[in-house]
């Protein structure tokens, strides 16, 4: 039983109060049939939204089976209704995008979680639409429009059926067909309240009420009650707001359906964040690829690495240097910090050079070094083929070399130069060893080398005396300093350096300080490059917005659809994120495979090192759905907070 006391209802319309209920109280008994007629303004609009719970009277009270509910949150008011209450509106209002079945079900969505298309057809046939349960409402004449909106308000069981002008606009024909399936549901014990302008119409309920200025004018029995009199309802009505998962994927698939039937709009929302994923993924493959290709190369030179550089000075004690010269090292200095150094385990000196190599017809420009045998040890430098010169060898000056990689394929021509004789600025030499494979990039190629006994660099190819480098390595890494301290002492002493020119006499290196500096500087631009990328992301993330906001614009009457049929808050605000989080995370799947792509092209065409690893990948994923949720949820929550009432009379 439904009942009304004391009723009221304003508006305000500018400056003036227009008063759309006053004092109304009514009471209906279950089973009945009532028609509500009046004028136009006459409140009987007004009247079935409050009934409906459409709609909140602003004082009185209002009771369904015992149950106040004119004070109930609008979640509350929404789980109410789709238990208690099946809507036939008089435009029928039933999706475009979705078939007979799927409009039937939809409420079933809101209660149950999930679309129940079987018990739907069974609606559908028993309101005579059996031959049209897959067919679109712009494939359905308007009366049968009307039968879809009739089994929607019955999919949930409902107690009550209330009607606006269900009949308004069809012919004569299908408006008696509608009317006398009407007389039915109330037959089988369903309550049916309609909204009308015809008397003709009116007269064939049980009970006729006419409104004038926002009041009851007449309330007329014109035929007797006698099943719904007698009828109490027993099924339990709950208000409980609950959250369920099901929701949750059932409002992705109807997401993906939704944007599926606008397709230019949401590739052209996905754009955004394909570029930005894409563009972050690739800023961080190329970052990554750098930093590997720098750890790679300091690996390469050693572990627990000092490298000792002469520098410059003004003169020595007067004028024993000219202003401008530089300090020279010698091997002799090698030799000494070695044996006066005992944190040291060994020392390499060495010089380089570009020289001009030839072989039978081949001739080939390359670095030339001129290292000693602890060089091997110390670099990993140990051929892969062949042997490493020993120091007897390098006492001697002999004529012997050991060469890359590259080497090998562009002047050997890809066989075996163990043996072989070539030339090194016109002086011959004998191969007797290859060098592992290092690796080149677009700056450096590693295998374009060749190493020979220092001695040999010195006299037979350079002409000096001096040497440029002495690599030390040192026993432990927690010894360096102390070792860097110790030879800058040993040869500033050696070397009779006056303390007034010290600071710029020798440099000495540490090469791990210098691997974190450039692993520091890789990293900052890494993040650097991926900032930048980033607002593509953020380009993207409101390009959504934007779209998302036109798209609640548009679909306000269906939002007040969805509520009328039972959607909380919740169920509006999970749709709408939803859809926003697929073209997110959607665009991002794109995104990833386009840079997967673009560091394909990247490495093949300009030869830069790049890396896409998986935490990159992920991260970025995550951060478009992230962008997703972000910028849809003001979307979301502005289409979630519509008055239901308010959304359906939007135009």
Not at 113 to 131: N, P, S
Not at 441 to 456: G, K
């Amino acid at each position: 039983m439904l009942e009304l006391k004391n009723i009221q209802k304003k508006y305000q319309m500018g400056d003036n109060v227009i008063h759309a209920l006053q004092n109304v109280t009514l009471t209906i008994h279950d089973g009945d049939f009532i028609a509500i007629m009046g004028a136009s303004g006459s409140g009987k609009s007004t009247l079935m939204n409050v009934m409906g719970l459409l709609d909140v009277p602003d004082e009185g009270s209002y009771t369904i089976n015992g149950k106040e509910v004119s004070k109930l949150t609008e979640d509350e008011l929404a789980v109410f209704r789709r238990e208690v209450i099946g809507f036939i509106f008089q435009q029928s209002n039933l999706l475009p995008r979705m078939s007979a079945l799927e409009n039937v079900a939809l409420p079933l969505l809101y209660s149950k979680g999930k679309i129940d298309v079987e018990y739907a057809a069974t609606l559908l046939k028993r309101v005579g639409l059996g031959e049209r349960l897959i067919h679109h409402p712009n494939e359905m004449s308007g009366g049968q429009q009307q039968r879809v909106a009739i089994a929607r308000s019955l999919v949930n069981r409902p107690l009550m059926i209330l009607a606006d002008e269900p009949t308004g606009n069809l012919d004569s024909v299908n408006g008696k067909e509608i009317l006398n399936i009407l007389k039915e549901l109330n037959d089988s014990g369903i309550t049916v309240v309609i909204v009308t302008h015809e008397d003709a119409i009116g007269r064939q309920a049980k009970r006729l009420i006419r409104m004038h200025d926002g009041g009851v004018l007449s309330d007329e029995r014109l035929v007797p009650l006698t099943f719904g009199a007698e009828k109490k309802a027993t099924q339990e009505i709950s208000t409980t707001v609950g959250f369920q998962i099901a929701h949750v994927v059932e409002h992705f698939f109807q997401g993906v359906k939704t944007l599926a039937a606008n397709k230019i709009r949401t590739g052209l929302s996905m754009l955004g964040i394909l570029i930005g994923v894409g563009a972050v993924v690739t800023m961080i493959a190329i970052g990554r690829g750098a930093q590997k290709a720098i750890e790679e190369q300091l690996s390469s030179l050693g572990t627990n690495l000092l490298n000792v550089r002469a520098g410059a000075v003004r003169g020595f004690g007067g004028a024993m240097v000219q202003a401008g010269a530089t300090t020279r090292l010698t091997v002799e200095d090698a030799q000494v910090i070695k044996e006066k150094i005992p944190e040291v385990k060994a020392v390499a000196p060495n010089v380089t050079g570009r020289a001009q190599v030839t072989y039978l017809n081949k001739n080939w420009n390359t670095s030339v070094m001129g290292v000693s045998a602890a060089w091997a040890s110390m670099h990993a430098d140990t051929p892969t083929v062949g042997r490493f010169f020993t120091d007897v060898e390098n006492k001697k000056r002999l004529r012997i070399a050991i060469v890359g990689a590259t080497l090998v394929r562009e002047v050997f021509g890809g066989q075996s130069p163990i043996g072989e004789m070539f030339k090194i600025n016109k002086v011959s030499f004998q191969v007797i060893g290859v060098l592992p494979e290092k690796g080149a990039n677009a700056f450096n190629d590693q295998d374009d080398r060749i190493l020979v006994p220092v001695t040999t660099a010195m006299r037979r190819l350079y002409g000096k005396d001096y040497i440029d480098n002495i690599d030390i390595e040192v026993n432990s890494p927690e010894q360096t300093s102390v070792v860097q301290d110790q030879t800058l002492e040993l040869l500033l002493s050696r070397h009779r350096v006056p303390i007034s020119q010290r600071q710029d006499a020798f440099r000495v290196r540490n090469l791990a300080e210098i691997q974190a500096a450039l692993t520091a500087s890789t990293q900052v631009m890494t993040l650097l490059l991926s900032a930048i990328a980033a607002i593509s992301l953020l380009v993207g993330g409101i390009g959504i917005m934007n779209i998302m906001l036109v798209s609640v614009t548009e679909r306000t009457r269906e939002i007040g659809l969805r509520k009328a049929v039972g959607a909380r808050r919740l169920d509006i605000l999970s749709q709408f994120i939803v859809e926003a989080v697929v073209i997110s995370a959607v665009g991002g799947v794109f995104g990833i495979a386009l840079a997967w792509l673009a560091t394909v092209l990247i490495s093949e065409i300009a030869g830069w090192a790049t890396s896409i690893t998986l935490d990159s990948v992920l991260l970025s994923f995550v951060f478009s759905a992230s962008i997703g949720i972000i910028f849809g949820l003001y979307p979301a929550r502005k289409a979630s907070r519509l008055a239901p009432i308010d959304a359906l009379r939007h135009e």
